[in-house]
């Protein structure tokens, strides 16, 4: 039997046929605009863990979808 983030990583992985996704697609998750979702990465709250391709600012910025899933199925928010 499948858990819950199990189940959610799969039907991820269905709709995007890839293992990560771009910050475009994790504000269309979280149901938030492109912005907001940069304005919770910069005070560090928020959002699963991602990984910032490069260290310029304009670097282009990745999210696992498995840890999408963890942050989707846990009730915890990491505040400051």
Do not use: W
Request: zero cysteines; aromatic letters at 10%.
């Amino acid at each position: 039997m499948q858990t819950s983030i199990e189940a959610t990583y799969s039907y991820l992985k269905d709709k995007y046929n890839t293992s990560v996704i771009g910050k475009k697609e994790m504000a269309k998750e979280l149901n938030i605009a492109p912005s907001t979702l940069d304005l919770y990465m910069s005070k560090g709250m928020g959002v699963p863990k991602y990984k910032k391709l490069g260290n310029k600012p304009n670097s282009r910025v990745i999210f696992n979808l498995y840890d999408l899933a963890i942050f989707l199925n846990t009730d915890q928010i990491e505040t400051l």
